[in-house]
């Protein structure tokens, strides 16, 4: 056919997704994502420390609110999102095997086990307090108790090599507890995140819950580090060990929960110990009298 | 200093109906049963030595009230007690003599005569005790022999069925009638019986019940049921009679009764008077302590503080 | 005559004081590499008391490898059942010499024996106890079927509760196979000296505990020291946030219970009697050196006249003064610095307007005296509102609604610990829920188990010490 008849595709700039809705970044700047090889594949929104800023505000409107529903509730919507993301496997395994450069069938796997994992998280949600929740034999006339509770908002660095289920694998465990995030995306690989936001837009979860930034670590990252709004700090796509330290320095600032870098592979089931470096931990103690 | 929340306008509401009488006493303020026991337990760890000791075992002897409350009570009995508690350490004349005498209405026209012109009052229990399970007129009667004795003092009970069955109109106007009867020639102690009210709440309740019908003393227990006179439980009357004071301006006195047995333990009390209430009370006037056996064992300790040995009960009369 | 308790001074005698102590490395009490030292003193009297050495960054580096020697060769390797052991030995002894040790620590802290004889010591037998049974039991805590001990816990603690801070400190860490290398603070370090003759006479393996004593930088060299697996601290929020730093970017593990500007919220139908004395066991217990101190009064305003008029007078009754009188309450501030930082704020109170009041009560001359002390009038915009004062000042303020008194107890940086006192069970577990601190007390305050976990939110800091929970901080998953 010749190029003049040609369709010609609707190419699509992905924006930020903050409290529920999709703007361009405040700064009005975009950057161009690329596949693996080098090849156009879209314009993306440059998070600026703005756009850091509003979602940031965003996570913590929708924090009591999200913390307050029961955990069963907070099941079914992760649940949800898995049903959701299910109906959008081809595309996004598309989109993961241009982004990351892998083979369709190795791009289908990650697809379904991050389908998968959202499942796994969702069962978590009302059952994490029954694994670390305790009631504890004080020696008195008391009633004790100790229940986990959502630390608040949660920023995360996403990995930057797996760029959904690695991002599901940070997101699902934070949101699952009862935390609100604000992720900023593979960098170079924002495109699935934009998808799962607007997965997320289309399913249960309530706006803010999830906000999601794309732009550049080294200009985004600090301002959450420095947040004095944000309870935890997620460096898990931080590849330069001086960027991540002094992350870490940075978070200091108001003692947010840090959780380093570490050697990880997404594809394996994980433990729970994503769910619970954001929680918090409270004792109740009561007299037992009459 | 209005301490409670119902002012003394609220209290003059109080009695007016039987709801207003339910809905004053449960608007007092509730008693966390760990809190009032952990309070009484850490003020148990006050330690009383040398001079202020001598004067706390000393006021302790004058506060009490010596209880003979016996079926097997006779005039010789009581003749005994009533001797011991003139001179309670005939060997030692600083010894005091105790408050008063507390026995059965029968046996007041024997106390009355045998403590004389000593000072040392008789008490006398009545209202059906210990129990209190009689129709009013008997309880009135029971009174008003009591007093026609001459007793200087009337322990009655209060209607712990009426009272538990919520009926607190019925407790209210019984005490009201005893205090009639009781005129102005005998003060009225009303006893509550803590342990069958079983909890500090309803030892509150009952305390304030008492006080608003007209008691001069409110009184833990009749010493037949168990637990009798506890800390906790000295503690929360205290309390009541402090705020019924800050409300009202009038002063009620407090008795535990029943289970006091050692100086340890009277002397635990009177610390609690002390932090609880304070000097105004820390007289035989407002506070007494009903034993029959503590007696004796605050004799040893007056004696060990004398000689610096310790004591033993061959030295002490057993009436 | 009134009733006028005569003193009833615990003696002295049971404790054998030396003139000076070294620091305790690998066993061994040895001195510092450079002959430094500084005194501690008696905050009630002033007097000194002994001798300390000052450990320097080569002392420490002494400490640290023989923890890391004893945790390779013995402690690492041992059976937990035999570590256990190890442990109750400890508890019995510090039970057995525990009246020592209570005189002790209120001589060199400050704080009324009834207090260090009926608190601080029963809890740090029953600490060494609890965490002691856990040694053989480590792969049912719910962390793993294995789960490995981190390696050499550096541990700094504070003066307020000296030798209670160490318990929680070591326990858990021994118990999960750590060794440990501890610094207590510079003007409380004798019973954690005591502690060190104590783990001679249960003949612990040399290197698994070693003390070394000093002051800022000391603490700053342990936790600087590159063979420190896990880094523990208790204290300000500021040391506290130069740690965090410190250790960023490190393979370290850090816990750290901070500071605290806890709300006491009291409603109107609260026990009232009971509540007031849950205010003043709140903000008078240990001088109010109480990282999780009730030192902001929520009242709610229907009762505040009523709460006001009881609370001033149960005040009246507290007993300040000799530490080592039996009947003594309020004992003496820690330290002169700590002095000048509460009179400071409280001076910082008054010109803000808010109106000061103490019970009258006569404070001995000599050593650091602070009478118990209210603030009414107080807002949160006030400093003695907002900042930690760690001594016996209690701020008052007021709220209408139980979201009000959430969004005040709340409105602090803070989240260590908060109070609720109502009979109403669903509105106590309601507050329960909302209050964003790690412990909340409910119709009581300042209760402490061996069993119960605690530590705080936000800047009051991560990880928890006591119970199950507590063995996270010391093992690997």
Known sequence: MPAESRRVDVRKTYKLFIGGSFPRSESGRTYVVEDAKGRFVANAALASRKDARDAVVAARKAFGGWAGRTPYNRGQVVYRVAEMLEGR?????????????????????????????????????????????????????????????????????????????????????????????????????????????????????????????????????????????????????????????????????????????????????????????????????????? | MTTVSSSAAGVDEATRSPSTLRRFLHGLPGVDQVGAEARATGLATRSIKTTAKEWALDLAVRMIDLTTLEGQDTPGKVRALCAKGMRPDPSDGTCPAVAAICVYSDMVPVAKEALAR???????????????????????????????????????????????????????DEIVAVRQACGDRAHLKVILESGELVTYDNVRRASWLAMLAGADFIKTSTGKISPAATLPVTLVMLEAVRDFRDTTGRQVGVKPAGGIRTSKEALRHLILVNETVGDDWLSPDWFRIGASSLLNDLLMQRAKMATGRYAGPDYFTLD | MGFEYAPAPESRAVVDLRSSYGLFVDGEFTDATDGRTFKSVSPATEEVLAEVTEAGPGDVDRAVRAARRAYNKVWSRMPGAERAKYLFRIARIVAERSRELAVLESLDNGKPIRESRDVDLPQVAAHFFYYAGWADKLQYAGLGQDPLPVGVAGQIIPWNFPLLMLAWKIAPALACGNTVVL?????????????????????????????????????????????????????STE??????????????????????????????????????????????????????????????????????????????????????????????????????????????????GAERWSPACQLPDRGYWFPPTVFTGVSQAHRIAREEIFGPVLSVLTFRTPAEAVEKANNTPYGLSAGVWAEKGSRILWMADRLRAGVVWANTFNKFDPTSPFGGYKESGYGREGGRHGLEAYLAR
């Not at chain 1, 840090?258 to 470096?277: F, K």
């Not at chain 2, 009174?143 to 009426?162: K, L």
């Not at chain 3, 612990?204 to 003390?211: D, K, M, R, T």
């Open chain 2, 118 to 172: 000593s000072g040392v009052k008789v008490a006398s229990v009545a209202t059906a005790f210990p129990s209190g399970r009689a129709a009013l007129d008997v309880k009135l009667a029971d009174t008003h022999g009591a007093v026609e004795a001459g007793a200087d003092e009337i322990d009655m009970v209060i209607d712990r069925g009426a009272f538990l069955a919520g009926d607190y109109q019925r407790v209210h």
């Open chain 1, 89 to 290: 496997r081809a595309q996004l395994a598309d989109e993961v095997a241009r982004g990351e450069g892998i083979a369709g069938k190795r791009a289908d796997e990650a697809v379904s086990a991050a389908v998968d994992r959202l499942v796994w998280y969702a069962g978590w949600a009302d059952k994490v307090a029954q694994v670390v929740g305790t009631s504890n034999p004080v020696a008195g006339p008391y009633f004790d108790f100790t229940l986990p509770e959502p630390t608040g908002v949660v920023a995360v660095v996403a990995p930057q090599d797996s760029s959904l289920l690695g991002l599901v694998d940070v997101v699902a465990p934070a949101i699952v507890t009862g935390n609100t995030v604000v992720v900023l995306a593979a960098e170079s690989r924002p495109v699935p995140a934009v998808i799962l936001g607007e997965v997320l837009a289309t399913s249960d979860v309530p706006a803010g819950v999830v906000n999601v930034l794309t732009g550049k670590v080294a200009e985004v990252a600090p301002w959450l580090a420095s947040h004095m709004d944000v309870n935890a700090l997620d460096l898990a796509g931080v590849e330069e060990p001086a960027v991540a330290r002094d992350l870490e320095v940075a978070a200091a600032d108001n003692l947010k929960r840090v959780l380093r870098p570490r050697a990880e592979s997404w594809d394996d089931v994980p433990d729970i110990s994503r769910m619970l470096w954001a929680l918090e931990t409270k004792t109740v103690w009561h007299p037992i009298g009459v």
């Open chain 3, 183 to 235: 610094k207590p603070a510079e003007t409380t370090p004798l019973t954690a000296l005591a502690f060190a003759e104590i783990c001679q006479q249960a003949d612990l393996p040399a290197g698994v505990v070693n003390i070394v004593t000093g002051a800022g930088e000391t603490g700053r060299a342990l936790v600087e020291h590159d063979d420190v697996d896990k880094i523990a601290f208790t204290g």
């Open chain 3, 239 to 352: 040391v506290g946030k130069a740690i965090a730093r410190t250790v960023a970017g490190t393979r370290k593990r850090t816990t750290l219970e901070l500071g605290g500007k806890a709300a006491n919220v009291v409603f109107d139908d609260a026990p009232l009697d009971q509540a007031v004395e849950g205010i003043v066991n709140g903000i008078f217990f240990n001088q109010g050196h109480v990282c999780c101190a009730g030192s902001r009064l929520l009242v709610q305003e229907s009762v505040y006249d009523e709460v006001l008029a009881r609370l001033k007078r149960r005040m009246q009754t507290l007993r300040v003064g000799d530490p080592l009188d039996k009947n003594t309450d309020v004992g003496a501030i820690n330290s002169a610095e700590q002095l000048a930082r509460i009179r400071e704020l409280s001076d910082v109170g008054e010109r803000e």
